[in-house]
């Protein structure tokens, strides 16, 4: 890739290949950058990736296993099959997966928090 600095058009980019397999492969993957931008622009509705919607789940499951004392260990397993994606993934980025999991739980944690406690603000109530 070549950037070339102070240009007057910063959003131009400028892409030298020679290798015709590598110019098919970057020819596919401009074209899915292209189309999720695009795609993004009609409806910025988006479900994020790398497990974040597994956790998320997972952590709503775990909170309604409080509540449901006869069917807990029910719950509290369907919650664990849950976390298993983001670890699986995890693991494959050659992280460590209890560890990493744990980590991204308690952000998305203290992430809900702090939203709910702007909302409640903002709506007036306090607690």
Not at 19 to 36: F, G, Q, W
Not at 84 to 89: I, T
Request: aromatic share 6%; net charge positive; with cysteine.
């Amino acid at each position: 890739m070549l950037y070339i600095e102070h240009c007057a058009n910063s959003k131009v980019v400028t892409i030298f290949i020679r290798n015709k397999m590598m110019i098919e492969e970057t020819k596919r993957s401009i074209h899915d950058a292209l189309c999720v931008a695009r795609n993004l622009i009609h409806n910025n509705s988006i479900v994020y990736g790398g497990g974040a919607a597994e956790i998320s789940c997972s952590i709503a499951v775990e909170a309604a296993a409080d509540k449901y004392s006869r069917v807990e260990q029910a719950i509290r397993a369907f919650a664990n099959a849950l976390d298993s994606a983001p670890m699986a993934l995890a693991e494959n980025s050659g992280l460590q997966p209890i560890e990493t999991r744990s980590a991204i739980k308690a952000h998305h944690i203290k992430v809900f928090i702090t939203l709910l406690s702007s909302m409640r603000w903002q709506n007036g109530h306090s607690g």
